[in-house]
C-alpha cells in the first residue's frame, strides 16, 4: 500500500489531530514525519479534549502503531511530560509507540537560543513557539545535531559538546538563563525516552508499505509556514509539505498515495507575517471567538480572516493535494455574508498566482457569498446541508479543482460528515 499524507495548508492549527484521530480505523500506522512540539494537535471525543505535541494523532485507537518519524526534532522534557499525561488518562502507549533512531533530539540549550535569537531580532522577531524547533534544525543541517540513537553510543561526550557550542552562543548574545533546572528536567525526559522502541524507522516504513500496511503521514503546521514555499522569513524550520513527508520517513515520492489537504472554512495565523485577508474588526473578533481561536500550545489569540483561495491554491499546488477537508465550518454558521479572497491587487494589478513576497502593498480581492445562517453542528450528513452552504462548497471546488471529501461541524470526532461516501 502506498502512504497517505494529511497536512494543513494554511498557517497551521486547521484541525489535523481532530481529522487524523477520525481517519485512524481505516490504517494499521499513523506517522509524524516533521515539525516538534511546537505542534499543537486537539482531539475531542466521549467529552475529553487532548493536546498532543509530539505523538502521533493515532495514539487514541486500540492497536495501531504510530511512529516519530527521522524528520522530526524531539525534546525529551515534553515528551515526557505529554507520555505522562496520556497515561494518567489510561492510554499505555509503550507498545504501541515507535521512534525513529533518526530523529533529532532539542537540547534545552536550544530552547534557550530559540528566545535568545528572538529577543535579538525585536520587532523583527518570528513569533516563534519558543521550543527550540529552528535551533534544533540549524544544528541538523549545519551538521552539527544529536539524534535519539546517539544517546546509546557516548552520548555525555556529544551531548556536553553541543552545550558547551551553544553556552558560546548565549553568552555572545548576552542572554542570561539557569540551565541547571530545564538541564534536570530534559534528562529525567531521556530516561522516560528509553522505556519506548527506538526503530530503523526507514527500514520500518518500507517493509510496511512492501507488507500491505495502511500508513497515514500527518503534518504538522502549514504548507503556508513551508521553510521553502511559506512566507518566509515568518515559517517554521522544516519542509511541512508533501515532500516532507518522504524525507522525513524515509519514503520514495512512488510511494505516495492520497494527498488530503486541510484548511479551515477562513483563515488564522499565530505569531508574525504577512496574513492579506486578516480582519482587525469586529468580523475578525467573532471569528476568534466562535471558533475559539486561541493557540492549542502557547494560548496566543490568533490572528483571523476570510479564506485565502490565492494562498489556498498555490498550497494545493506544491503539495499535490487530490482531497480537500474543510474544518470549522460551523464558526460561519452565523454569519450573513461570507467572503473568499480569489486575488491579490498588486499596485492595481490583480494577481492570482501567489507571489514572491506578500507585503502591506497586497490587497486582497473578494467574491461575497450569502451566509447559510443555519446551525450545523448537529448534522450528520451531507444531505442536511443547507442551499447555501453547498453554493459554498461547490465555489471553493472550481476555484480550487479539487473535490472537498470531508466536512467539520464542531471539534468533536462524532461532528465529522464524509461526503461521496459511496465512492
Ligand atoms: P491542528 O494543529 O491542525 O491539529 O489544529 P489545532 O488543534 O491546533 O486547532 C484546531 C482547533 O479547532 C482545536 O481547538 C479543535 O478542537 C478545533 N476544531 C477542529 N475542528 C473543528 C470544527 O469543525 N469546528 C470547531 N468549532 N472547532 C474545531
Ligand atoms: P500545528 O501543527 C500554528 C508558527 C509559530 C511561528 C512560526 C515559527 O499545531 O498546526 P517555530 O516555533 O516553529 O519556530 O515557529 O510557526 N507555528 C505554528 N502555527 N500551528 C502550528 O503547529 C505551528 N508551529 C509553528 O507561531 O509563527
Ligand atoms: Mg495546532
Given amino acids: 500500500m502506498k502512504v497517505d499524507v494529511l497536512l ?33 494537535h486537539t482531539l475531542e471525543f466521549e467529552g475529553q479534549k487532548y493536546v498532543l505535541r509530539s505523538i502521533p494523532s493515532g495514539i487514541f485507537q486500540g492497536d495501531k502503531i504510530n511512529v516519530i518519524g527521522n524528520g522530526v526534532v524531539l525534546d525529551p522534557a515534553l515528551f515526557k511530560t505529554e507520555v505522562e499525561a496520556l497515561e494518567r488518562s489510561g492510554h499505555d502507549l509503550t507498545q504501541r509507540l515507535y521512534i525513529s533512531k533518526k530523529a533529532h533530539l532539542i537540547l534545552p540549550t536550544h530552547r534557550l537560543l530559540d528566545a535568545a535569537q528572538e ?12 521550543k527550540g524547533i529552528g535551533p534544533a534544525y540549524t544544528d541538523k543541517i549545519s551538521r552539527n545535531g544529536l539524534r535519539i540513537g546517539d544517546i546509546e553510543h557516548d552520548f555525555e561526550v556529544k551531548y556536553k559538546k553541543a552545550i558547551a557550542r551553544h553556552e558560546i552562543l548565549l553568552k ?17 525526559g531521556v530516561r522516560c525516552l528509553q522505556r519506548f522502541h527506538w526503530i530503523d524507522s526507514d527500514h520500518f516504513m518500507n517493509q510496511s508499505i512492501a507488507n ?7 503534518g504538522a503546521q502549514g504548507t503556508m509556514l513551508d521553510i521553502d514555499f511559506g512566507s518566509y522569513p515568518f515559517v517554521t524550520s522544516s519542509n511541512t509539505i508533501t515532500a516532507g513527508a518522504c524525507t522525513g520517513l524515509g519514503v520514495a515520492p512512488t510511494k505516495i498515495g492520497t494527498v488530503y489537504g486541510i484548511f479551515k472554512a477562513y483563515c488564522t495565523r499565530v505569531g508574525s507575517g504577512p496574513f492579506p485577508t486578516e480582519l482587525f474588526d469586529e468580523t475578525g473578533q467573532k471569528m476568534r471567538d466562535l471558533g475559539y481561536e486561541y493557540g492549542s500550545v502557547t ?5 483571523c480572516g476570510w479564506i485565502d483561495l490565492v494562498a489556498l491554491r498555490y498550497a494545493i499546488m506544491i503539495d499535490g493535494a487530490t482531497q480537500l477537508i474543510m474544518m470549522k465550518s460551523d464558526v460561519l454558521d452565523s454569519f450573513d455574508t461570507i467572503k473568499a479572497c480569489v486575488a491579490y491587487r498588486i499596485n492595481g494589478e490583480d494577481i492570482e498566482d501567489f507571489p514572491f513576497e506578500i507585503n502591506e502593498n497586497v490587497e486582497p480581492v ?19 446541508f443547507p442551499e447555501e452552504f453547498n453554493a459554498y462548497l461547490s465555489f471553493l471546488e472550481e476555484y480550487l479543482e479539487v473535490p472537498v471529501k470531508i466536512v467539520s461541524v464542531g471539534p468533536d470526532r462524532a461532528q465529522t460528515i464524509v461526503r461521496y461516501a459511496e465512492e
Fill in 8 to 40: 494543513g495548508l494554511q498557517w497551521g492549527d486547521e484541525g489535523k489531530g481532530k481529522v487524523v484521530d477520525v481517519l485512524t480505523p481505516g490504517y494499521d500506522i499513523i506517522t509524524r514525519f516533521q515539525g516538534g512540539p511546537n505542534a499543537g
Fill in 119 to 130: 529577543q535579538q531580532k525585536g520587532s523583527d522577531k518570528i513569533g516563534t513557539t519558543g
Fill in 172 to 188: 555572545q548574545m548576552n542572554f542570561e538563563y539557569d540551565l541547571d533546572p530545564i538541564e534536570k528536567e530534559w534528562m529525567e
Fill in 212 to 218: 500491505d500496511k495502511k500508513i497515514l503521514a500527518e
Fill in 299 to 303: 494560548g496566543r489569540p490568533r490572528r
Fill in 366 to 384: 473578494y467574491v461575497e457569498l450569502p451566509g447559510w445562517v443555519t446551525n450545523m453542528t448537529k448534522m450528520q450528513s451531507e444531505s442536511e
